[in-house]
């Protein structure tokens, strides 16, 4: 075989599949050739993104209903919107991430495969996509009550700023966690019709959350970060990381168990609070299982470790689904 001296990533740009991306995924493999780098702007080769938005949004839907004991086929509406409008938006925010970086990301290695640095999606012809998809998004949300609608409108705001947050703070990862984690208050809202400290509360913890599994993830790029100054919680903490991943651990946990204790003891029964308080506890012992095999040096690992959130997250909509069955 004859040796064209290209690294891996050149490779990878080369045939248009980006080095981060799930082996084997569908955007590669069965999408039409035009549509895939626009695909791979959205992160639809790279799913994980779109449930770490989306999970919060089930978390306050689902407690909402455990507060206020009914549910109606709105909810399942709630419920379905929030997932496709959480692909759109998680789409949205991907590619104005990957516009507003687009230099850093050519400086990286694990980005520079990305469809903008590496030359296959033009920056006019990215945001175009990316108001398109927030448009589609947008009229979902049109389909929720007002108070929702404006909780949606107001998400933007931190959305917009989070991708410039590395170049001012060394807590982005903050940042990425009041973006993405909105959807606990919004769900909550579109169920209620107004705010409480059961949702305020499973938004921190969810920002928690995130800077558990953010953290992890930036430490794939420390060294590259280091170069072209790039501010992270995974240069910031370096070494001592596994100490604040643990307290992260704790304080998503104790922060959605005392969101649980709020919303369900006015109205629950006993066998409700029991499994909803479950749900915590089952998710701090993923957490814990992912904090023991941390390797900062382990990039195949590190990734490994992100993904792996998705069922993370899962695990409090398993046990609030069983709640309400109960």
Known sequence: MTDTGQRPEQNEAAQG?????????????????RARPYLRLSRADRPIGTWLLLLPC???LMLAILHTGTATLYDAWIALGCAIGDFLMSGACCTWKDITDRKFDGAVARTRSRPIPSGQVSVKGAVIWMVAQALISFCILLTFPPAAILMGI??????????????FTWWPQAFLGIAFNWGALLAWVAHTGSLGWPPVLLYLAGIAWTLFYDTIYAHQDTDDDALIGIKSTARLFAENSPRWLRNFLMATVMLMALAILLA??????????VLALAAPWAMGWHLAWQ?????????????????????AGLIPVLFFALCLLA
Request: proline residues 8%.
């Open 264 to 273: 369900i003891l006015p109205n629950g029964n006993p066998l409700q609070l």
């Open 154 to 167: 107001v998400s933007l705001a931190p959305v917009a700023i989070y991708p410039f947050a590395k170049r």
């Open 58 to 60: 089930w978390w306050g």
């Open 291 to 311: 904090l023991r095999r941390f390797d900062a040096d382990d990039n195949e690992s590190l990734t490994r470790i992100f993904r792996s959130n998705r069922d």
């Open 17 to 33: 599949t980006v080095a981060d991306a799930v082996t084997g995924n569908w955007v590669d493999t069965l999408a039409p050739v």
